[in-house]
């Protein structure tokens, strides 16, 4: 039986009781792995995150502590522009939202992430809280998140013989290769760390090792001072450039066709990029480039702070996926 609403309530999850998630979501989110290797993959993200992005499980558990919803947030520094300048504040991810199937259509999951947004909403400087919805937007709305436009741009790795004059680079040298960059202008911005690329780069140490395929040679290309980050993710042979910050139409060519070149010598099929709201790359920077409206990973942001806009969160790299 379902118990009273307000039976409920939210807690951080302990080290056991996250293993026991694990369990848990591994048929939801292990696709590609067995469960004991989701169950590792879960332990390396989560020594990766807990300390360098802030990760925190959540559950709603009723008065014996059985868990009746979960989830986990990352945290991203955000940038808002009021009348007094640019104001530094964090957004939160939310990612792996799940309730146990005998358990569904409760209006736990719902509850779960109204308590973590109301509980968000009190730490210093909250600004919003975003997630990808794999499931639409209704769910979420429900909770006060609003959607935001989502397109793919796809190519497929490059043909045999073709080379690429940009300078690649490793993750030794993601640090410094980053850390020049300055977040981008607007109204509204959720800015990745270098942590935020090697959480994605763990992923792939992670798929690599368990799936026993080559890892690219490079992580990112650099031309002049723009850049493409990217990782991959053998389980569907795609090289996802999951940053990209090009100064012109030809460098952004330039660029993705370092990533076609990378993805094609580690046997990835695919090269996916997330459109930039902002407007660039322009399409003449995305040449050949095929662009389809995304089916999963949809963007949606619920303000904490007053004065955050859902439609003025524009640049959203695949880099804040959560
Ligand atoms: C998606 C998921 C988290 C939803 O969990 P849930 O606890 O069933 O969610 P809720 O109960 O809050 O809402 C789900 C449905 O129950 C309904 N509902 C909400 N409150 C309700 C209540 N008090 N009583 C009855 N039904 C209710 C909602 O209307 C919704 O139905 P609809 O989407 O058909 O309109 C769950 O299905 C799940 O874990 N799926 C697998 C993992 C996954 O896909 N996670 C999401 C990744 S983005």
Redesign the pocket.
Known sequence: MAPAADDAQLVLATEAEKEARDLL?AQ?WGGGLTTEAYQRREKCLRALAVPRLDMRTWLLVDASRRVL?SCETLSFPSLLLTDAGRSRGHTYGVA?????GP?????????VLDRVCETLAREPAAHAVV?????GA??YS?SGFVPRPAFDWRWSAAPPGATSEAVLFTEDALGWRWAAHPPAGGNFVVHPTADTFDWFLERERIYCTELGTPRPAACGAAVGNSLALWYAQPKDARLWVHWLDAADAKTCRALLHAARVVARDAGLSEVRLWEDLGGFPSPEGLEGGRREKRSGGLPMLRPLDARVRPEDWRRIPRALWV
């Open positions: 979501t939801a919803s792996s939202v799940f309730t146990e358990l569904r259509g409760q209006g736990h999951a719902t509850r997630l990808y919805s794999d499931v209704a769910q429900r």
